[in-house]
């Protein structure tokens, strides 16, 4: 009697609306539309379709925006036949300050059941999918800031074994400046010296599950995230063995080890930025005071 071994296939995605195609979903993926063209009913001539141009809400770098902002459509081809597919460019323009764009190569296919269902594959788009990586995060890379970029472009392209691998080796390479940074801040907003000296200790165990491990209960109350912390986060997921996970499971660690990490390095930068500008306005202060009496 035979056995079936055979794993069950990975479940089809669920069909998803075009803009949430373009904002959320990484180059290389075909995905069915649920109205990825717009259906017109020209009087003699029947239905005809065009691709659809949905408002959509990026990221826009320039200081005017610095954020989530809406993009508008603003050139490209739109005309596709039923019962066809059409290779086009599209480019999208910040509806805020008019000189970000957004373009997206894309390959879409339309079912001609008088619907506006179809499907499309992405090959693209410029500036690279997803937000920017926040320069805080970065800073505390160094000279391995590529690499950790290198990650983000594996993530991005549904790469899970490989982003982990990136994230963990930079984030391991560089434990030493993660809690220089960390104890900068444990000794700015006053934290007891016992914290300090199990931060210390941490920085200096050779071994990075163990550095994260020993400090589970010693961060700063401002540098928590959702009440948790953050470290112990981190050692949960990069302790988690790389050849005993799936790649869909590799890709979700590596998502939240860089989630975590970018929240972290703002907290952090946060935190310094607040305790030297107390410091600022004290120092005014008290000069003023000094003037005063003079």
């Known amino acids: 009697m035979s056995t079936n071994n055979q794993e069950p296939a990975p479940a089809k995605p669920a069909p998803v609306s075009f803009a949430d195609f373009l904002e959320a979903v990484p180059p290389n993926q075909l995905r069915e539309i649920t109205d990825v063209v717009n259906v017109r009913s020209a009087h003699g001539s029947g239905i005809t379709y065009e691709i659809a141009t949905p408002e959509l809400s990026l990221h826009c ?5 610095n954020g989530k902002r809406f993009f508008r459509y603003s050139a490209g081809t739109r005309t596709i036949q039923a019962n066809s597919n059409a290779k086009v460019f599209f480019t999208y323009l910040c509806a805020n300050c008019q000189k970000t764009q957004k ?19 992405k090959f693209g788009e410029h500036p690279n999918f997803g937000p920017p990586t926040p320069t805080r995060l970065l800073r505390l890379f160094g000279n391995e800031r590529d690499l ?12 899970g074994v490989a982003a982990f691998a990136y994230y963990r080796r930079v984030v391991e390479n560089h434990k030493n400046q993660i809690f220089a940074e960390i104890i900068k801040v444990a000794e700015k907003v006053g934290a007891p010296a016992e914290m300090i000296a199990a931060l210390e200790a941490a920085k200096a165990e050779t071994q990075f599950s163990k550095a ?47 989630v975590v990490l970018a929240e972290l390095a703002d907290r952090m930068g946060q935190a310094l930025k607040d305790e030297a500008e107390l410091n600022t306005a004290v120092s005014r202060l008290l000069s003023a005071r000094a003037e005063k009496k003079s």
Request: charged share 20%.
């Open 61 to 65: 770098g320039t200081e005017t925006c």
């Open 103 to 121: 373009i997206f190569a894309l390959h879409v296919f339309c079912d001609g059941s008088g619907a506006r269902t179809g499907s499309c594959y």
């Open 148 to 159: 950790f970029l290198k990650g983000r472009r594996c993530e991005n392209q549904g790469l």
């Open 212 to 258: 994260l491990a020993s400090v589970k209960d010693a961060l700063p109350q401002v540098l928590m995230v959702n009440g948790h912390n953050p470290l112990a986060l981190l050692h949960s997921a990069l302790s988690a063995g790389l050849h005993e996970q799936s790649d869909e499971r590799c890709l979700e660690l590596a998502h939240d080890v860089r």
